[in-house]
């Protein structure tokens, strides 16, 4: 009984495409296309949106301290390799920078006052001043020892005396001390505090030239030729050392970067072709390597 159902099912859906074969031949059938069978290659191509990035970039960081002054530059902007990018306050490192070439003067100075101790002309006006002290204590002398003899004799008082006695002992002190300088400038300065004084002056001329550096710092400079991709920082912001402030990339040299699923991985090799296309290049199609 199956069997029979069957062989009818089967008639009538012969005799169902017998008609639709009649009646297309009948009203001149549809027009196709047909083609030469041939032997030929098969690709098989992955098709992924690729993220456009910097092949080159860099991150730039802040070195000096202090607040941002000035920013001359924002995403999206061409910079050149040396161009100020930003500047930071430098009044106190200003200030700093007056005050070592204050010290490098004045080591200067000392040092140029030690190799011209002897000079004859100080010497001579040295012996010009203790004579004059000498003279001046000679007399004072004499006057100390007659005060103490009217002084003695009551004939003097005792405020007129101690006058006398110390005009004798001031007079006597500037004697002393024009003789010791005399003495100093035959000897001439130490060799200890010439050293004393080329040491300070090294050291003032270290001072400055790490402030120089410091001021120097206070200026971010593009590293390289590029666009500005990021920018970290604000105007009138404090700012550290080591903070991003920008990321630079040389769009000369970009790369496209695409995710491609794990299942797929395997059908991709380094040299494979890739075709390239989108709007930024015209929709035009850019054959490259996969590397």
């Not at 069978?37 to 990035?53: F, M, N, P, R, W």
């Not at 050149?80 to 430098?90: F, H, P, R, Y």
């Not at 100093?184 to 300070?200: A, E, M, W």
Request: contains cysteine; charged residues 30%.
């Amino acid at each position: 009984m199956k069997k029979l159902i069957w062989i009818i099912v089967i008639a009538l859906v012969c005799i169902s495409c017998a008609r639709v074969y009649y009646s297309k031949v009948k009203t001149g059938g549809t027009a196709v296309e047909t083609v030469s069978v041939s032997k030929g290659q098969i690709k098989e191509y992955l098709e992924e949106t690729a993220d456009v990035k910097s092949k080159e970039k860099k991150t730039i960081f802040i070195e000096g301290e202090g607040k941002i002054t000035r920013i001359n530059f924002d995403v999206g902007d061409w910079v050149k390799k040396g161009d100020i990018m930003l500047s930071q306050d430098k009044a106190d490192l200003e200030l700093q920078l007056r005050d070592a070439n204050a010290k490098i003067d004045a080591a200067r100075e000392q040092i140029k006052g030690a190799e011209n101790t002897n000079a004859e002309d100080k010497i001579k006006a040295a012996k010009a001043v203790v004579e004059q002290a000498r003279v001046a204590y000679n007399a004072a002398q004499r006057e100390y020892e007659k005060a103490k003899k009217l002084y003695e004799a009551d004939v003097i008082s005792n405020a007129e005396f101690s006058k006398s006695e110390d005009g004798y002992r001031t007079s006597k002190a500037a004697l002393d001390a024009a003789s010791a300088q005399l003495a100093d400038l035959q000897r001439g300065i130490p060799q200890y505090l010439k050293n004393t004084y080329k040491s300070q002056l090294e050291q003032a001329l270290v001072f400055r030239d790490n402030i120089l550096r410091s001021i120097d710092k206070q200026q971010v400079k593009a590293p390289i030729d590029g666009v500005i991709l990021e920018k970290n920082v604000e105007d009138n912001s404090y700012a550290s050392a080591g903070t991003s402030a920008y990321i630079i990339g040389n769009v000369k040299k970009l790369e496209l970067e695409a995710n491609i699923l794990a299942d797929d991985c395997k059908d991709v090799h380094l040299e494979d072709q890739v075709e390239i296309s989108g709007k930024p290049l015209g929709n035009s199609v850019f054959k490259r390597e996969c590397r």
